[in-house]
């Protein structure tokens, strides 16, 4: 069965460095997203992208973060200036389309700022 | 009021019972619902999804959707110990329908 990976599986970054998350979706899925989760908390919408764009970001995805689909099958997540409270989980997701379409996760990549 | 409401449990069930999760949501506009489950440490795993108000069947898992009530249920037949983990309940937000809310879900456990 086709699935999203993710790369690397965990991270360990000093503040203040840059960091990129990356993600393979499914082939045939037309629809990105990151999400995160922080340890103990639900899992939080970051960004969708779409057609080789942004197409709705949260309150969370501010100028220190920003995706990129580099070439046809990677999309990834870069962290310019991280933050002790970026530590979380990273998670990419995929689907064929919207609203009705269900997300497909990748394992995630655990992100530990010191 | 939050958009996607779950008991954060645990609920505790023995092996073989039926475990019940509900969830309540506040965006009466909503169209779709789903269910994934998280095991510790592990990312969510998509396991139902429903559109239409009523019940939908696949295996051990029954969704049960009441749009009217606002809230969606997962039931869980002849229940393992392996399906002790989080249950958390997505519902995409109207605008876009691109952005999934989730609740902070329910940790399930099955007792041998």
């Known amino acids: 069965e086709p699935e999203v990976t993710q790369t690397p599986s965990h991270q360990v970054t000093q503040m203040g460095q840059e960091v990129i998350l990356r993600c393979v979706p499914i082939?045939?899925?037309?629809?990105f997203y990151w999400y995160r989760q922080i340890l103990g908390q639900k899992v939080e919408f970051l960004v969708s992208?779409?057609?080789?764009?942004?197409?709705?970001k949260s309150e969370i995805f501010d100028d220190q973060f920003s995706v990129e689909r580099p070439d046809g099958s990677n999309f990834t997540l870069k962290i310019r200036s991280t933050k002790l409270e970026d530590s979380a989980m990273y998670f990419c997701?995929?689907?064929?389309?919207?609203?009705?379409?269900?997300?497909?996760f990748g394992d995630g990549t655990r992100l530990s700022i010191l | 009021q939050k958009e996607v409401e779950q008991n954060s449990g645990p609920l505790s069930v023995p092996e073989g019972a039926i475990a019940s999760l509900n969830c309540t949501y506040s965006?009466?506009?909503?169209?779709?619902f789903f269910w994934y489950r998280q095991y510790s440490g592990k990312s969510p795993e998509l396991i139902m999804f429903?559109?239409?108000?009523g019940d939908k069947e696949d295996g051990r898992f029954t969704a049960q959707l009441n749009k009217a009530s606002q809230y969606v249920s997962l039931l869980i037949r002849d229940s393992q110990p392996s399906d002790s983990a989080t249950y958390l309940c997505?519902?995409?937000?109207?605008?876009?329908?691109?952005?999934?809310?989730f609740g902070t879900g329910t940790r399930l456990l099955v007792s041998p």
């Open positions: 992208f779409y057609n080789n764009e942004i197409s709705e």
């Open positions: 997505a519902v995409p937000r109207n605008t876009g329908f691109q952005k999934l809310v």
């Open positions: 082939s045939n899925h037309l629809y």
């Open positions: 429903i559109y239409s108000n």
């Open positions: 965006d009466r506009g909503s169209q779709s």
């Open positions: 997701a995929s689907s064929e389309g919207t609203g009705n379409q269900p997300q497909h």
